[in-house]
């Protein structure tokens, strides 16, 4: 009867071919489940020891050498069970275009223009003898007639972006009328930032304007006000476009009353800086 059994087992084992992956599987639980102690079935207790025996060493014949033959399992020093993974595919690589820079504006540390202001509509000037006729440049100079001096140029405070340009005045004579116009060409950008005179604020009735292309500051006299002998300055101070400003387009008129009759000056403020 024992021989029978372990001739039917030794033929099951030869004739058996083991599932690798169930195996593999089983090894890898076996590693990282807890112990599980089972318990021996009823049915081989009732067996009789011999028979118990032969079963035993029949299933250690069948599964022992195929386990072992037909696992791969490599331990590292910490005990870990590796099992080697199935390379997965590389995800396929993309190519990315870098975005379009947008294209440069301007150039960094150049001001840009200022617009140019409407042109107001003419403005009449208090205390002008109705009907006498607006002081106007001239081409030509006349920098000295009767008590009159004059001389124009430009503020060496004057920079690439801001013009202030002065007027020297010299009579000879207290003046009971004056008027003092300076005239600047809208070579662009030409804005009033302020003006000012040695002479009395009080005195004079200013009046600034763009007018035919050119930024005009007007000082009348005040009627019943005198102008004293000596030397008087006016100014004009105005923002531009960036960049070194031509003054061939300025110009300054002064027209006066003295004891001695009416007498005129005109003329310019130098060469192109």
């Known amino acids: 009867m024992n021989e029978e059994i372990a001739r039917r087992l030794r033929e099951a084992a030869r004739a058996h071919q083991p599932d690798r992956a169930r195996m593999l599987a089983r090894v890898q639980r076996g590693v990282t489940d807890p112990v599980v102690r089972h318990r021996a079935p009823s049915r081989l207790r009732s067996l009789p020891s011999a028979a118990l025996a032969g079963l035993v060493a029949g299933g250690l014949l069948a599964t022992g050498g195929l386990a072992v033959a037909g696992i791969a399992v490599t331990s590292s020093s910490s005990g870990t069970v590796s099992v080697p993974a199935t390379p997965s595919s590389p995800p396929a690589p993309t190519a990315s275009s870098p975005a379009a820079s947008p294209p440069a504006t301007g150039s960094p540390g150049t001001p840009s223009s200022r617009p140019t202001p409407a042109v107001p509509a003419p403005v009449t000037t208090p205390g002008s003898p109705a009907g006498s006729p607006q002081p106007s440049a001239s081409a030509a100079v006349q920098a000295q007639n009767g008590p009159l001096w004059s001389a124009g140029s430009v503020d060496p405070h ?54 035919g292309g050119t930024l005009v500051y007007r000082w009348v006299l005040k009627a019943g006000r005198t102008v004293p002998a000596g030397q008087h300055e006016f100014a004009g101070q105005f923002n531009h476009t960036s960049g070194l400003r031509s003054t061939a387009g300025d110009g300054y008129r002064v027209d006066a009353q003295g004891p001695g009759g009416s007498a005129s000056v005109w003329g310019g403020f130098g060469p192109v800086r």
């Open 158 to 211: 004057s920079n690439v972006y801001w013009t202030q340009e002065n007027l020297v005045l010299r009579t000879s004579q207290p003046l009971s009328s004056l008027t003092v116009e300076l005239r600047f060409a809208q070579t662009g950008g030409v804005q009033d930032t302020g003006n000012w005179r040695t002479l009395p604020p009080d005195d004079f009735t200013v009046t600034v304007q763009q007018s």
